[in-house]
């Protein structure tokens, strides 16, 4: 019987056999998923472990699959024996972990893409620093040329305003020369209208102070070396001289000269300037000043008192002055022998004719400068301030001119021994009027007591 040629088909393979086929086929797939690229989220990787999805930073490991000898010796993918034995099945290989250095693997394209994504915000803000900052330098440089142009133009007005200032106050002082010179022209015309006379605080000033200087030159030629000795003096002179300088005793031994100062300037103020007008008799100036007084009743203000006044005692000094001459010459010898007794009593030096020829032009001058302040409109006062031993008086620097060459600035609230020459003070206008306004013509001069 012939033999049938041997069929190239195969039966169907034992239960066993395909259990292992579907066995290594599931081994191949997790290998493939293992080994396949998965997308790497935006934000950074976690560690996990070598099966976790594939990052830049991790190294891959690779799962590979039994040769494929050791499968079948057939071209189909048998997973029998080499000697191919379908009941027999190949117990399974542990996977081997191959070497990091061999298993790292560059990052697939789509990790590039991503990579390059992850640091555009970082590229983006720098660009946009870059943009800031050289808005902020374009700034920056505008306002330099703003400020240097504007200190251009403060330099300008600065300039300006130093020759406007420059050119007002040379105004000014033409503006004064010509008051001053229409002054002195009213002064020295003998104009008297209705109201008196009328003359400039300039020369009250300068008669002032050539009085005080005559006074003080009068004093330092006679009593240059004299000596002062109070021992002898009687009760009567103690008590003028207390009543007249009442810090003699400080002064005898510390300033001669400026305590004798102060001594006939006390008796030129008491005796001239005080007086309602030299050259009345006492009765006479007591009648004419309750009338003014009386009248001051019906008045309706100062202004008009201060005028009623001015031409009163201007008609006295134009009309009256025969009359007036004797008793002028009167108060003029009595206060020369109250001074002389004073002075003869406690110093060593004695009255003669040149001494009482210079005391008596002093008093004269005194009497002419007193009767020209009487018939002014405004109100001149003699300022003169008592000193008393209980009492502190202290410099006042727009009233008081220290007289021992001190700073100014350091006889703040300086306390001051004796006034060795009065001063004068305004208060009105030339009118009589606005009585409130208060102006300093001469101001008085003091010695101030050491620190």
């Known amino acids: ?41 935006r934000s950074r990787p976690p560690r996990s472990s070598s099966l976790a999805a594939p990052s830049r930073n991790t190294t891959t490991t690779t799962l590979r699959p039994p040769p494929r000898a050791a499968l079948s010796r057939n071209p189909s993918p048998s997973p029998t024996t080499p000697d191919n034995h379908p009941h027999q099945t190949m117990p399974s290989q542990p996977l081997k972990q191959q070497p990091d250095h061999d298993l790292q693997q560059a990052p697939p394209k789509s990790q590039d893409h991503h990579h390059h994504r992850l640091f555009n915000p970082e590229d983006d803000a720098i660009t946009a620093l870059e943009s800031e900052t050289k808005t902020l330098k374009q700034d920056n440089d505008q306002l330099k040329d703003e400020i240097d142009r504007l200190d251009a133009e403060n330099i300008r007005l600065r300039d300006s305003l130093r020759r406007n200032t420059r050119q007002k106050d040379e105004e000014i002082a033409e503006l004064k020369d010509q008051i001053r010179g229409l002054k002195e022209f009213v002064s020295k015309s003998g104009g008297t209208g209705v109201s008196g006379p009328t003359t400039s605080d300039e020369v009250f000033g300068e008669g002032m102070g050539k009085l005080g200087n005559g006074l003080q030159n009068w004093v330092l030629v006679y009593w240059r070396r004299s000596k002062i000795d109070l021992s002898q003096a009687s009760k009567a002179t103690l008590s003028e001289l207390d009543r007249l300088v009442p810090t003699y005793r400080d002064l005898v031994s510390t300033a001669k000269i400026h305590f004798l100062q102060s001594l006939v300037s006390r008796l030129l103020a008491e005796s001239i300037f005080d007086t309602y007008f030299v050259g009345l008799s006492r009765e006479e100036a007591d009648r004419l000043a309750e009338a003014e007084r009386l009248l001051g009743t019906y008045a309706t203000s100062p202004e008009m008192m201060n005028q009623w006044r001015s031409l009163t005692l201007a008609i006295l000094q134009k009309d009256a002055s025969g009359k007036l001459q ?55 006062t003699v300022h003169m301030p008592e000193v008393l031993p209980h009492q502190q008086i202290l410099f006042d620097a727009e009233t008081m001119e220290d007289i021992g060459g001190e700073d100014e600035e350091s006889l703040f609230q300086r306390e001051i021994s004796c006034v060795t020459f009065p001063g004068i003070i305004k208060s009105g206008d030339e009118s009589g009027g606005h009585l409130q306004y208060r102006n300093v013509i001469s101001k008085a001069r003091v010695l101030c007591c050491p620190e």
Not at 331 to 345: H, M, R, S
Request: net charge positive; hydrophobic share 35%; aromatic share 2%.
């Open 326 to 380: 004797r008793e002028t010459a009167t108060i003029v010898d009595a206060l020369v022998a109250k001074i002389n007794g004073l002075l003869d009593e406690i110093t060593s030096s004695k009255s003669n004719d040149a001494r009482d020829q210079g005391l008596r032009s002093l008093i004269s001058s005194a009497i002419d400068l007193s009767r020209l302040l009487d018939v002014q409109k405004a109100a001149f």
């Open 1 to 41: 019987m012939p033999r049938s040629p041997p069929s190239n088909r195969r039966g169907p393979p034992p239960a066993s056999s395909t259990a292992t086929t579907a066995a290594t086929t599931a081994v191949l797939n997790n290998t493939t998923r293992a080994l396949s690229p998965t997308p790497t989220p």
